[in-house]
């Protein structure tokens, strides 16, 4: 299911209240403690706001407006952007810069609804060509205007918060207006796509000649072609097509200091490959406006099937063995037991407890749900490569109406994360990735951190993401929200759950850096890491007006160290 969403609808991921059954309500209260009935419906009021139905802890949110601040952007500084972007692209209406402030993790969704301090952008800028984003970066540099790149605005890290650094204002670059298809070469299997193209977009135009990007992240209804780029997003089949960063040939990349181009051939031994510098960059480095991918033909057949496994150990040796012997199916999800009874959970009903019952028989105590997809150009590939990937391996199969329903619903979770925060649910998702010697001892350290920081809750975790060496992790939580202090309740979660992650496993698979993570970049690239990238930040924006506080903490002003490493 996709939909059309607004992408400056900041408070919440659609416009319509989220649903949950009464059933799943029901479980989950037993589980986290009370929470609310159908608390606010996510109306907007003015100050004072509206509460939820319950007292206590559990209780909804007030959902009230943000404080927005007047603009900072000076009268020079609005005239130059004019300049560029012309007339009615320069916008200072409260709404505009509302509809720009911040991501979509759950903190910026609480500070959407008027908890703790958000960050609103001075104006935001609508570039129509590269051209004009080289231009706007360079009034930007001379005004001393931050510039925060601003794509379909779900990152979940901080990557679109409008922090100003030590500039005097700071606009959202917004690239809606960069939606074309620029070129495609079908005999190379490459298409040239504008860095706004939203993901629907992208297939929408590529399907026109029976290609696809296959990339399909749970964000895909809103996410953009240079916010994948920048911040190398890997997608639900990722097994199948890769992660972005597999996906892109070649970048087109807007700096202060004038174009770069990179990526004219399959493959090139020119020293480094300085297209990684870009992809990834956060919008620390530049402004992607264009990237060349490798696209791939339509499948015309796709099978999903559910599977269960015995218990998460089992699991992950299967998803090891399928990895390893280069099998995997295009889209490989493992749940934990937790998940796997919280999907029981929200189906309910007559089929749960059959299930159960079936599972029972077959002697499979602590079910896992393992969720595989193929695609291929026909029905007979799809069986080809699904019978070598489940050749050798003890699954037992519930068939493909559960594959089926995992992939109808797997744009569901920013829904059902809506309809939780309506009755003060905590719930928010963070991911990682480590070798698999070390998987378990990583999924038992960050489990064991969010459960102690977040007391009664639950905790979930999937894999659906390997590689021959290792796999990602993906934890979601879920707790009864502290009407106290509900951003402080997460930010003192994620950090004792990134403090477990030190020293096991990566800060990020997928999410990017941003502003949370920044804290923790140094121990994992080290010191000589950040002084490497601040020397190309310095090189491309020399005065730091891209993207403060994110990616680099300190925006690239670190002092470099001695040569000697001190
Ligand atoms: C509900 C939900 C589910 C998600 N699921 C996934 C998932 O399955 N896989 C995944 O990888 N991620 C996921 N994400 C995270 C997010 O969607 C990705 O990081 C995505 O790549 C961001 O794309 P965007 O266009 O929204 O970028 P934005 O959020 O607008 O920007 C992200 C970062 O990139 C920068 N940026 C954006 N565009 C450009 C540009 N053209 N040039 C330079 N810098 C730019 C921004 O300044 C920011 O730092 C999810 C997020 C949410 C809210």
Known sequence: MTERIDHTLRARWTPGAGHLPPHALKWLGQRIGPIGTGAGTGDRTGAGGKTGAETGTGEATPVRLPAVPG????????????????????????????????????????????????AVPDAVVLPGTPEQVVDVLKACAEHDVAVVPFGGGTSVVGGVNALRGDKAAVVALDLARLDRLVDVDPVSRLAVLQAGVTAPRADHLLAAHGLTTGHVPQSYERATIGGFAATRSAGQASSGYGRFEDLVEGVRLATPAGEWRLGGAPASAAGPDLKQLVVGSEGALGVITEVAL???????????????VDGWEHGQRVVRALAQDRVLADVTRLSDVEETEVSLALAGGWKTTALKAYLGARGVARPCLLVLGWHGRDEAEVARKRRDTLRGHRLVSLGRPLGEAWRRGRFHGPRQRDALMEVGVCVETLETAAHWSRLDDLRTAVRGALL????????????????ETGASLYFTAIAARDPRDPVGQWQVAKAAASEAIAGLGTITHHHAVGVDHAPYLEAEVGALGLDVLAAVKRTLDPTGVLNPGKLLADGGTRPGRAADGR
């Open 294 to 308: 490798r696209v791939r033909p339509r499948p015309r057949a796709e099978r999903y099937g559910g599977f269960v």
């Open 452 to 467: 102690d920081a977040l007391g009664r809750c639950v905790v979930m975790c999937h894999l659906s993401h390997a590689y």
């Open 71 to 118: 603009s900072a952007l000076d009268d020079d500084a609005r005239a130059a952007l004019d300049d560029v972007v012309g007339p009615g692209f320069v916008r200072v209406d409260r709404d505009s810069r509302l509809g720009r402030a911040g991501g979509l993790s759950y903190v910026d969704l609480l500070r959407q609804r008027g908890e703790g301090v958000l």
